[in-house]
């Protein structure tokens, strides 16, 4: 079965870092487009951050560029989300999703449709707060 994990979370004051990893088991994530989302209360799950499979293809939600970076080690099946300067707004659980399916660079940006996974992860929370 093809399963993801998340883990990282936890409770971080506003200006400080967290780093989410997303580990894969059953499949190999070398072929596979990677998907950060989140979703906070009481709002919609929101497409954070993508990388296509070689790495090279990456996509940043305009309210976390220059902040976040994704990035993936495929030797260790893991896909990594650092997130700096931390705002009361990022907030939310976070989910990282896998897609099978091969995006053009060009038209990378539609790797924050939902529809394009179709495996997820449980979740791992982020608290900003003081």
């Known amino acids: 079965q093809l399963q993801l994990v998340e883990s990282g979370g936890g409770l971080v004051q506003p200006g400080g870092s967290l780093r989410l990893s997303c580990a894969a088991s059953g499949f190999t994530l070398d072929s596979y487009t990677i998907g950060w989302f989140r979703q906070a209360p009481g709002k919609e799950r929101e497409g954070v951050s993508c990388?296509?499979?070689?790495?090279?293809?990456?996509y940043y939600q305009d309210s976390v560029k220059g902040r976040f970076t994704i990035s993936r080690d495929n030797a260790k099946n893991t896909v990594y989300l650092q997130m700096n300067s931390l705002k009361p707004e990022d907030t939310a659980v976070y989910y990282c999703?896998?897609?099978?399916?091969?995006?053009?660079?060009?038209?990378?940006?539609?790797?924050?449709?939902?529809?394009?996974?179709?495996?997820w992860g449980q979740g791992t929370q982020v608290t900003v707060s003081s």
């Open positions: 999703a896998a897609a099978s399916q091969r995006i053009p660079s060009a038209l990378f940006k539609i790797c924050v449709f939902e529809s394009t996974y179709k495996t």
């Open positions: 990388i296509g499979s070689s790495g090279s293809s990456i």
